[in-house]
């Protein structure tokens, strides 16, 4: 069992789950499932094991009060009969003359739409491989609270300084997002990369 392989355990996380695969025909999964905050609503179906959501979280409870990610929503995002609440949640394919160009997302909250970006212009515009545009640097910004996320390891000094000279209110966090992404080479190759900053990997066979 579990128990006699150790190196096979993984710790629960309490994150939304992303992943992507590619098979050989270039048909192409970009999957992003979760139950939102650890351990969902904290209710567990009797006899399953199965965690049930807090995804009504994503919906504004009244104008102007932020949620458990510090999103604030409005009257559009009320909740109300028939609606779907807004989500982050941002799996991506993109194709370039019909044809697998990237396909990436990640968990992460409020901060998966600037990561998914950052990773579509890290291949697309700064021509990374799928490994650099992972793996570099991220900012995040969300419009409130009014405050620009960098991490340790991100912008220089200079640009630091540059930024909060035109008034921009930095606040440095820990590494953030858990991506990964697939991209196909103009001869076809594919590379796979997964994020350093979490437990995943990259597999080919």
């Known amino acids: 069992g579990w128990a006699s392989c150790p190196s ?5 996380s309490p994150d939304t789950s992303h992943l992507t695969v590619v098979d050989e025909q270039r048909n192409t999964v970009s999957l992003t499932f979760t139950i939102n905050y650890g351990f969902g609503a904290g209710v567990v179906v009797p006899g399953t094991g199965i965690l049930l959501n807090n995804e009504m979280d ?3 409870i009244a104008p102007g009060v932020p949620n458990l990610f510090g999103l604030i929503g ?3 995002n009320a909740i ?5 609440p807004l989500s982050s949640m941002s799996p991506t394919i993109v194709t370039e003359n019909n044809r697998l160009r990237l396909a990436t997302g990640s968990p992460g909250g409020s901060t998966i ?12 515009v700064y021509d ?6 992972v793996s570099a640097s991220r900012i995040h910004h969300q419009w409130s609270p009014d405050k620009l996320r960098v991490e340790p390891f ?5 640009t630091l300084v540059e930024l909060r000279r035109r008034g921009h209110q930095i606040e440095q966090q820990n590494p953030w ?3 990964n992404a697939i991209s196909q080479t103009s001869d076809g190759w594919l590379e796979g990369a997964a994020d350093p900053r979490g437990e995943g990997a990259a597999k080919g066979f």
């Open 8 to 12: 096979l355990m993984s710790r629960e």
């Open 58 to 60: 994503d919906f504004a």
């Open 74 to 76: 409005g009257d559009a």
């Open 80 to 84: 109300a009969p028939r609606k779907i």
């Open 113 to 124: 739409i600037t990561t998914v970006l950052q990773i579509i212009l890290n291949v697309l």
């Open 128 to 133: 990374m491989d799928a490994g650099a545009a």
């Open 154 to 158: 991100g912008l220089d000094a200079l």
């Open 177 to 179: 997002g858990n991506a």
